[in-house]
């Protein structure tokens, strides 16, 4: 279970309203590559690792994809704060705000609801940590690409912390995955188990 | 920010695997009324709430789901380990194993991945508690649904306490709407702003 | 079944084209809280209601949605008919003009189709109608974001009788909930039935 | 605006409950090809349609699959009324019932919530006019298979009424493209506007 | 299986990049009537069809459409490439440019990714048959709608390539059908086979 | 573009109909991690790779893909030929028989429709590469899963020959990482790319 604690990860502090922004960072909060997928992708993975260190990986790193999920839905709150009548009428912004007003909805810059079709759980340790690694590579290209289109410093800040976690994290899917493949005594790369080939009784 | 404690809200102990039963249950960990659906429903509702009260409420509840999102997926674990061959051949739940092995993947017992359609957040406050309301009546029935569904103890323990939370929430959404309605100076129960029908200069 | 009656049960006289204008209201088309998702949760939940009288509530009020949605679709044909070509190249509008041209397609203001995940129906009746409640909740929410998107009266005039008749049907539901609980000889407010806590034999 | 008619097109009266069968019938319900596709893809159609002549078979069309609708979702009602504990425990329709109970919600026999992806509305007279006719023989298919996978009587009686009026919905449209083709002097056969290929000033 | 030819079947070249335009065109790539689909639908439905030179038709066809989801690929692609940095900035295609950068992702112009519910497979060949000159007429369509969106001859002329060859498609599968119809000895244009009317034993 | 060779790239010679097995195996059709889903991640990715020699791996093994998706459906359509009508009457397969009789479709195990969600194209090289890394995981998982289902020797074979063709597919885009990496003059295991910290200009 989870405790709340009433602060964020990283701080948001916006001073400027920016519904055309908001509309693409959204992306992150429910989005192919965001925080949410992220998260659940890592928080029910655990359950098929039958090693308690990389069990501990991901509950630690889905735990910490929640508060990168805040982190965004207050980016997404703060950018769409106090917006004036112009910055919604005959905006694309209009789009949104018909069916959630000024509200934060877990969707993605195209408009398309979260959908968990985005995250890969297999249930095979070594590919489910391939899915990690990818899963972290997509998030990092994201925030790059929200970074190349706003120069708001205030924007600009949290995101480059979230790009940076997204970095960390590979790394510990990566160690996290040289740990299964010394525990599986298996030291093959491509996470190849023979066993499955042999004729079945 | 959430800090994860390790343990479960409430104790999930089966002896007994069940994959049959664990595609039922599964709805409540993916499905349109489940738990997922619960917390990022909550979670992100919060922002559009001008009242700290309220806010609280939807961010206690909001973080209580998430706790009854790790007691579903304890309990679609604990049924699907220790499968036999013969709890997966020539079953429906090969359909599921296929692509998750036993993984816990949120998804409906229809077989449907979990999507964010599910969820209203309409940004207005009155609505939002009314979606709220709805939403834990609609996890009871499911809930009341799974106990009609099985008579192993183990099972049907942890889910009249899941049952029974629902209630509690629906009781605070409740409170929550007298407070907003005390707030909005307006008792008109039905939530009716006769600003917006005035002509806009 | 329907006999249908050639006339709109609101007329809609629109002179201006706008094509921006007609993608925000086709939410309440094809949205997530539109007359397409209203008129088929209720005309569905009819099915599972015990009550003649609380089945026909169902009945009129989906009825009468479908009329609802007639409304919307001429609103969206009468914005989108004599464009010209500036109203639709280089602007949002071609984006959807694509795939449709001007034809009325429900979908909602983010382009997604139309899909029935948006619609609750579970087989209890005082969760149904606490699910319809919230429907009605949320497309007043979508009725008063048009109104603050458009000054055009042609437009504004249909969409403040259309949501008029969603707190017309808020209370209709609210007393099919009373009538459902003084049926039911259960005063709970909360639709709590202890009958399933029990132990099952 | 439609107004309804307290009976059914086609009386159904099942005496025998079979939720198996249930799951299958359904598609005709929320399905690919089903009725709710159906009568949405025709009413939505016409308001594209130039020639009130074929406007009026479009909205006859679309306001009988709205009947036939009614019929579907009342043989699905009565194969899952009075169900016994065991017509749902451990069988198939647990899937089902979880989420909806006894309820009469559209999607697809294979879970799929109904989605407007599957209907077609191009804004095109006789384009539209083709995928009514692909949509009339599609549906056609599916009453074929359904007629293969029961033997029961109640239930083939309304679905050999609903396969034949699928027939006359063929000719009809049949029909209107032969007005259409007519009316846009156009014998073309392949419905080829050369207009379009005319180099544009 | 199909070998790599590295060419395209018709020659693209366009030197003004134009992200808004490629946003349009974009819904040949993934969106409902586009090459992507199309492929998909013939080169599935062949399965079902009894009579080799229908199944002949069918893999051609749809083999060229593989051709032709390259040629909107390149398309895409030379319209995206560089971009500078005010074409993407503050445009509508940062929504896409978040998520895929300059990549080429199939979707439609709405945003929505390509799903298979758009393509009908009913292993039943007049039905099949009738799909495709729907789907036929409706790519058509949308290629005459881009046509009506852009001026560039560098797009035109690709662009009336594929167009024609839809029209070519929608004739062969024409002539399809009256082979089918001729084998099945079956001279009934509305592709009514009585024996399913037959009481069954 | 892609000539059609009239072979299989592996002989499928199934003698035994089961229309069970097929239900499950049809998910590498177009489930999650299927074979149209690595085709068309590929044969998409390709255009944003900056080097001609990865380009060309892309092509290669997505055009094998196909080859692949061609061999599962000759698989899904042998299983499925010649089945009684108990094979299908009462059975599982009755819902995937009413709406496509035993045509072959492209959908997951569970029937949902296959979804361009379940891919990723971020048009940063490493990135997609990395999803290739994990796509080529989850197919080889789900091809496992499948030799784990059958003990059908007609089916193994074939399989077994897909399921070593992901793992050859795996080195290949293993390879192509390093070579990116080269390229790029980047060593950095992590594919992180300093320049996007700096502050913007």
């Known amino acids: 279970m989870w405790i709340y604690e ?3 990860e990283y701080p948001v ?10 509309q693409v960072i959204i992306s992150q909060l ?4 965001g925080e949410l997928a992220a998260s659940m992708r890592y928080l029910h993975q655990r359950y098929s690792s039958p090693y308690g260190e990389i ?7 889905g735990t910490e994809e929640l508060a990168h999920l805040e ?13 004036k009548e112009d910055d919604v009428k005959d905006t694309p912004f209009a789009t949104y705000f018909v069916d959630h007003t000024t509200g934060v909805y877990p969707l993605a810059a195209s408009g398309v609801p979260f959908d968990m079709k985005y995250v890969g ?7 489910d940590l391939n899915e990690d690694l990818a899963a972290e590579q997509k998030a ?8 190349r289109l706003t120069d708001d410093p205030d924007v600009r800040d949290p995101i480059k912390f979230l790009r940076q976690r997204e970095l960390v994290h590979y790394q510990r899917f990566g160690e996290a995955i040289r740990i299964a493949q010394d525990k599986l005594d298996c030291k093959n790369f491509y996470a190849y188990n023979p066993s499955f080939d042999k004729p079945k009784k």
């Open 30 to 33: 429910g989005g192919p590559d």
């Open 140 to 147: 990092r290209t994201t925030y790059d690409n929200i970074l």
């Open 71 to 83: 982190i965004v839905a207050a980016i997404i709150y703060q950018l769409t704060r106090n917006l």
């Open 13 to 22: 502090k916006i001073k400027n309203p920016n519904s055309k922004l908001a």
């Open 55 to 61: 069990t501990g990986i991901l509950t630690d790193v």
């Open 6 to 8: 009433k602060k964020l």
């Open 121 to 127: 759980i297999k249930g095979d340790l070594l590919t």
